[in-house]
């Protein structure tokens, strides 16, 4: 199963646990779950539900009903509606205790952070952790990059290097606070970790060229988020 394949399958899973849905509505939500920029087509996901069928993971109520696509013509809509089976929720589970290197890159990473509200807090830690270790990883190649191209490239290229660099650097300094607001809550002191609000702060994730490319919803999981501080607003 190729990355992508399985950034979806993660994301239906965790929606569908949530409850049943039909085909037209859990597109609207999983659109708004990985971000506009990456909007699904039906072509993408009624291959990954039928997969998902025929491994035992979802169970299709009225699957006698025919579909027929919507289009602006017939105005149809698909009456089945998918749930979880119980091999579906375990492994929906599985996925969710995922800590390893997958978990850190841009795509899992924010689906995975979208269903933080029902995952194991030691989980969450070593996923933030990793997270972080790959994006400082990322930094220092950047750096070594922008020095390079202050040399060999005109003043837009490096600008956009530029504006990667900082959009890296933003996230990094979002992770060290949500990874010390875990500790503070691990260690039964209250508040965010900065010392600011606790308004949600939104997440962006850059592709490496400082491009933003989606977030997860700030208004999503039922956890306790530190908020942004002055010098950042």
């Not at 990355?3 to 509505?25: I, N, Q, W």
């Not at 589970?93 to 850190?104: F, I, K, Q, T």
């Not at 899992?108 to 830690?125: E, I, L, N, S």
């Amino acid at each position: 199963m190729g990355r992508r394949s399985g950034v979806l399958e993660f994301a239906v899973l965790g929606l569908l646990h949530d409850a049943p849905m039909h085909g037209y509505e859990l597109r609207k939500r999983l659109n708004i779950l990985l971000g506009a920029l990456r909007a699904l087509s039906y072509g993408t996901l009624y291959p990954c539900l039928k997969s998902l069928v025929a491994q035992g993971f979802l169970v299709e109520d009225n699957p006698d009903v025919e579909y027929v696509p919507a289009t602006a013509l017939n105005g149809k809509r698909s009456k089945i509606v998918y749930r979880l089976s119980p091999e579906g929720k375990q492994r929906f589970e599985e996925l969710l205790a995922d800590s390893g290197p997958e978990a850190w890159e841009d795509e899992r990473f924010g689906v995975h952070f979208a269903f933080f509200g029902q995952t194991d807090r030691a989980v969450r830690m070593r996923v933030l952790e990793g997270r972080r270790s790959r994006l400082e990883e990322r930094l220092e190649r950047m750096r070594g990059s922008l020095a390079r191209a202050r040399e060999r490239f005109d003043d837009y290229t490096v600008e956009l290097q530029r504006h990667g660099l900082e959009s890296v650097e933003r996230e990094v300094r979002w992770l060290n606070e949500l990874i010390e607001t875990e500790r503070a809550n691990r260690t039964g002191r209250t508040g965010p970790a900065t010392g600011g609000n606790t308004t949600a702060v939104p997440h962006t994730t850059s592709d490496g060229r400082g491009q933003e490319t989606g977030s997860p919803d700030p208004s999503g999981p039922p956890y306790d988020r530190p908020g942004r501080s002055a010098q950042e607003r």
